[in-house]
């Protein structure tokens, strides 16, 4: 390696001619389709200071044997590494697409510019320093867009570590995670929006076996994303397996066509995703709002796309290693085959835990391992071979798992190694990769010996790509996520089909905060009410409904009205007038303002009461439905189940389902059961409003909505709205 020569006196190159890029940003695709492939890379500012980061991507790319043209520019060196350094890019003797701004961040606009003139299609920008920062980092972030949109270039950046492309050695980074040697390229690319993370992932995976086709940082993201990077990586042939770490989403919708794009392609789209925590979430009024986290229509429509989430580092690097290495399992039902009984019965309760399932093994597939296994061993599931086998000859543990596997009642084998070590671990090592590749299903390994006594096993399993779980927690984790979900349950009974309401018509209720009209036009029923504002009118209010009735405050600003001792239930014609002057006299001393009145409603029989309510779409995403038990106590239990708008009858059904407090629908110990079919017409209609009324949707929650005895319906108590625009709620 030769030494940086400082700069002394310089000729002047000509500028290439004919490189002028024709106006217009070239599309995300065709650009880093170039940016991956260049044709020269061009590193702006590349310094030649031993152990400065900024000089590490000249190296990487020569150590790593990118074919392209590589060109230091620099004024201050003649040559770095052995290259002629060029005092700017107009004098580059050959093309270059790919430009590596190594420059600070005052300068990167300028240097963006100067790529377009030489028709570069795209720039990686590494310096920090930008929106990260505060407001004016902000305004020079925004001047960087501004010059890539000007000059028809793509920026990946700024305060980013870069891309690489395997097969053509492109590795475009700082990050000492490229200083190991890197894994052929295994099927597997990457993006994220955290360059410390991402360089994690890159050592991470080049230390246990999983070879990355592709790696790339978008940090601020000024102009190409997460998803527009990851979409073109999609399209790339040989990925099979798209890995994400996602901070935020702005374009959900984008995002949604991605996950679409991957499942039509048979890719599958893994996604870490981190700022989940009560920290992120909605500002909300209604009592499901402030259940939902910011990611719940992240999760749910990532969930209805196929993307596996997991939720840590280790986890993304496992699943990817198992969805790259073996094929994806039909089922959840798992057979474990292991040297310990004890270790066993561990890994039952993990897969218990992660919701797989452990059948017994069939009579035929037992009969087989018969003469395998001694009879201290077990042979239904898990399967214990104990270490008798290993007298029985080198591939015996393997022709145990063909067998298992030959089950057609198991989707996948996990094999539980205790203490197998040495020679004989290596040994049992080139056994089970050789049978893993004869397999039609999975065959995921978990080792529960020390690295040191089984270096050289691992070593083996490392060279195939399988990986190596150290627990069977671990190892169970990651088959519940590769596992497909489970199928959901069928209703016994025909479900109610009610149509969409009119858009226009939900929109101007909507614009209006009519609670009970909006309720009318949903087709959900509501009991017969009236406001009243005089103690008189309240008494002629009770008489006229018929007897006992409920009275309500009414105001725009009061959502949650029992909180202010705000309701009386049972109040006859004779207390009428006196509940009156109590719940003015709550309302002053609870300041409640902009009274309207107070509402007079007539009682509903007693019931099972639910909460039904709908979150309007956010960025991108659908609205929410959830359902759960309701009244005064929904927060407390937080017993709620959530779908994507539009919601099925059958998908609403099996949110109710899924509720911890479902037998008070289905009738528990004796109680009878509950209207469950108009429970679901409501969840449907509410859903169908939810989607009609668009971006103008907040929030509509209806707490409690009373579920009558079959046939007897479902009644709305109680409704809350809120328009999107951050007005006031308003209840009924």
């Not at 980092?137 to 395997?166: D, F, K």
């Not at 050289?456 to 190596?468: M, S, T």
């Not at 959502?559 to 202010?564: I, L």
């Not at 359902?627 to 998908?651: H, K």
Request: charged fraction near 20%.
């Amino acid at each position: 390696m030769s030494c940086p020569t400082p700069h002394r006196h310089r000729e002047s190159r000509p500028a290439r001619p004919g490189l002028a890029l024709i106006p217009g940003k070239t599309g995300g695709g065709a650009a880093i389709r170039r940016m991956l492939r260049p044709r020269g890379v061009a590193l702006v500012g590349v310094s030649g200071r031993p152990g400065n980061p900024m000089g590490r991507p000249l190296r990487y790319l020569r150590e790593h044997g990118f074919g392209g043209g590589i060109y230091p520019v620099n004024p201050g060196y003649d040559e770095l590494e052995g290259l002629p350094c060029y005092a700017s890019l107009a004098e580059l003797p050959g093309p270059v697409d790919l430009v590596l701004a190594l420059v600070p961040a005052a300068a990167a606009a300028g240097t963006v510019r100067e790529a377009g003139a030489v028709g570069a299609a795209g720039v990686v920008v590494f310096a920090s320093g930008f929106a990260e920062t505060g407001a004016a980092g902000a305004r020079l972030q925004a001047e960087l867009a501004a010059a890539g949109e000007e000059a028809g270039v793509r920026v990946l950046g700024p305060n980013c570590q870069g891309l690489l492309h395997t097969p053509t050695g492109l590795v475009a980074t700082f990050t000492a995670a490229a200083d190991r040697q890197l894994r052929a390229a295994g099927g597997v690319a990457y993006v994220g929006q955290s360059g410390a993370v991402g360089g994690s992932i890159l050592d991470l995976s080049a230390e246990m076996g999983l070879g990355l086709t592709a790696w790339a940082s978008t940090g601020n993201q000024a102009d190409l994303d997460l998803v527009e990077v990851a979409s073109a990586l999609l399209d790339e042939p040989d990925v099979r397996v798209l890995l994400l770490y996602v901070e935020s989403v702005g374009d959900g919708a984008a995002y949604l066509r991605l996950a679409a794009r991957a499942r039509e392609a048979g890719k599958h789209l893994v996604v870490l995703r981190s700022g989940r925590s009560g920290a992120g979430r909605r500002a909300a009024v209604s009592h499901t709002g402030s259940m939902l986290g910011d990611d719940t229509a992240f999760v749910l429509a990532s969930a209805r796309h196929g993307v596996v989430l997991v939720d840590d580092v280790d986890e993304l690097l496992a699943v990817a290693a198992t969805l790259s290495s073996m094929p994806r399992p039909e089922g959840r039902r798992v057979a474990v085959v292991t040297t310990s009984g004890g270790a066993g019965s561990l890994a039952a309760d993990r897969c218990s835990d992660a919701g797989l399932e452990l059948p017994e093994l069939c009579t035929t597939t037992q009969d087989r391992l018969r003469p395998l296994i001694p009879a201290f061993g077990a042979l239904a599931n898990p399967v214990d071979v104990t270490a008798q086998l290993f007298t029985r000859g080198a591939d015996a543990f393997g022709d145990v798992c063909r067998i298992v596997a030959d089950d057609p009642g198991v989707d996948a084998v996990a094999v539980v190694l205790t203490m197998v070590v040495g020679q004989a671990g290596a040994a049992l090592a080139e056994d089970l990769v050789g049978t893993s590749a004869r397999l039609a299903k999975p065959l995921m390994v978990a080792w529960l010996a020390g690295q040191d006594q089984t270096a050289q096993g691992r070593a083996v399993f490392r060279a195939a790509g399988i990986p190596v779980f150290s627990s069977v927690g671990g190892l169970a984790r990651a088959a519940g996520l590769v596992a497909p979900p489970r199928a959901p349950a069928v209703p016994a009974v025909a479900l109610p089909r009610p149509t969409a309401p009119a858009p226009d018509r939900i929109r101007e209720l909507l614009d209006a905060s009519d609670g009970p009209a909006l309720l009318d036009a949903m087709g959900i029923a509501r009991p017969a009410s009236v406001v009243v504002r005089t103690r008189q009118e309240a008494t002629d209010a009770v008489v006229g409904l018929g007897g006992p009735a409920a009275m309500k405050l009414q105001a725009a600003a009061l959502a949650h009205k029992s909180e202010v001792g705000g309701v009386r239930l049972d109040v006859d014609a004779a207390r009428a007038a006196r509940v009156f002057d109590d719940l003015v006299a709550a309302a002053r001393a609870h300041h409640v303002e902009a009274l309207d009145g107070v509402l007079v409603q007539a009682m509903v029989p007693a019931g099972a009461e639910l909460v039904v309510a709908a979150t309007g779409g956010r960025d991108g995403f659908p609205p929410l439905v959830t359902v759960g038990f309701g009244g005064i106590t929904t927060e407390l239990y937080a017993d709620v189940a959530t779908g994507l708008a539009p919601v099925s009858p059958e998908e609403a059904w099996a949110m109710l389902r899924r509720l911890r407090a479902w037998p008070l629908l289905g009738g528990f110990r004796g109680a009878p059961a509950r209207d469950v079919r108009a429970a679901v017409d409501a969840v449907v209609r509410l859903g169908h409003a939810a989607v009609a009324a668009g971006p103008q949707l907040a929030e509509f929650e209806v707490n409690p909505l009373v579920v009558g005895l079959p046939g007897e319906g479902a009644t709305a108590v109680d409704v809350l709205v809120r328009v999107a625009d951050g007005g006031d709620p308003v209840g009924e």
